[in-house]
C-alpha cells in the first residue's frame, strides 16, 4: 500500500501548497510564482541527477514541447484564481478537468462516456451549485450568476479546461519516457523559462527572490514533494487510483480554508466540494 500512501502525501503537499498561497496575502500571483519556481530548482535538478535516462523518441519531444505553453498558462491562471477568491469557492472547480477530458475525448477520439461517467459529470455540477447555494434563495439561477461573479471560480474553470489539454500531453510524455524522468526534466525547463520571462518582464527580481526565500524554500518543498510524490506513487499502482486519491487535496483544501484561513460559509462549500470529489472519483475509477 507505498502508493496510497505517497498519493496521500501528494494531495497533502498540494492542499497546503494552495492555502500557503493564499494565506501569503502580501505577495502578488507573479511574485508567487518566481519564488517557488526559482527556490524548487535546487531539489529538481538533485532528483533530475538520480532518475535514470530512458532511452527516448520524438513523442517524447512533442510532447515535452507542447506541454509547455499550456501549463505556462495554467499556473498563472491557478495563482490568479486562489488569490482572486475564497480557496473554497476556487479550488473546488478543479473538478471539472475529467469533465473537460471527457469532451475531448469524445470530439477528437470519438469516445463515448458511459453511466457511470455521466453520473459523475452531473456530480461536479451539482456540487458547483451547491457552493454558491446560499444565493439560491434570490432565485434558482442565482448561484449561476454568483459562479460569474466570482473571479477565482472563474479563472480555475478555465484552469481545469486547460489542464485536461495538458494532461494529454503530460501522459504521452510520461509513457515514452518514465514518470520521475519526466517531472523531473519538464518543470525544470517550465521552471526556467517561466522565471526569464518573469525576471525579463520585470514582475520579480533576484533582490526580490532572495528576500522572500524563506517562503520560497517553503513552497518550494512543497512543489517538489508533490512532483516526487506523485511520479512515485504513478510509477507503482495504477493512475486511474492514484489520481482519484490525490484529487482528495479539493477536499483537503477546502478544510484548510476552514481552519487557517477562516473562511465562511462551510455549511454548504463543504457539502459542494464533497460532491464535486465524489464525482471525480467516479469518473476516475469507472467512467
Not at 216 to 244: E, F, R
Request: aromatic share 16%; net charge positive; hydrophobic share 55%.
Amino acid at each position: 500500500m507505498l502508493w496510497l500512501g505517497l498519493s496521500l502525501l501528494t494531495a497533502l503537499a498540494v492542499a497546503i501548497r494552495d492555502v500557503s498561497v493564499k494565506y501569503f496575502k502580501d505577495l502578488p500571483p507573479l511574485e508567487i510564482a518566481a519564488i517557488e519556481l526559482f527556490w524548487s530548482l535546487p531539489a529538481l535538478g538533485a532528483g533530475l541527477y538520480l532518475t535514470p535516462i530512458p532511452l527516448l523518441n520524438s513523442d517524447f519531444w512533442w510532447a515535452f514541447l507542447l506541454s509547455l505553453p499550456l501549463n505556462w498558462l495554467a499556473y498563472a491562471l491557478y495563482l490568479y484564481a486562489i488569490k482572486g477568491s475564497p480557496l473554497s469557492l476556487s479550488i473546488p472547480f478543479l473538478s471539472f478537468t475529467p469533465v473537460f477530458m471527457i469532451a475531448t475525448g469524445f470530439l477528437v477520439l470519438g469516445e463515448r462516456v458511459n453511466g457511470w461517467g455521466g453520473c459523475g459529470t452531473l456530480l461536479i455540477v451539482i456540487g458547483g451549485y451547491v457552493l454558491y447555494l446560499k444565493d439560491a434563495r434570490y432565485g434558482w439561477a442565482e448561484p449561476f450568476k454568483s459562479f460569474y461573479r466570482e473571479k477565482g471560480s472563474r479563472l480555475m474553470f478555465m484552469v481545469a479546461f486547460v489542464f485536461s489539454l495538458a494532461a494529454v500531453y503530460g501522459k504521452q510524455g510520461i509513457i515514452n519516457s518514465s514518470p520521475l524522468f519526466f517531472m523531473y526534466s519538464f518543470f525544470i525547463v517550465f521552471n526556467l523559462t517561466f522565471l526569464a520571462g518573469l525576471l525579463w518582464r520585470g514582475h520579480s527580481s533576484l533582490k526580490k527572490i532572495w528576500h522572500q526565500r524563506q517562503k520560497g524554500i517553503w513552497l518550494g518543498t512543497l512543489l517538489v514533494t508533490h512532483l516526487s510524490c506523485h511520479g512515485l506513487a504513478i510509477a507503482i499502482t495504477t493512475a486511474a487510483y492514484m489520481i482519484a486519491v490525490k484529487r482528495s487535496s479539493i477536499l483537503i483544501a477546502v478544510l484548510l480554508s476552514w481552519l487557517v484561513l477562516k473562511e465562511k460559509d462551510l455549511a454548504t462549500r463543504g457539502p459542494g466540494a464533497l460532491l464535486m470529489f465524489a464525482g471525480v472519483l467516479l469518473i476516475t475509477l469507472y467512467g
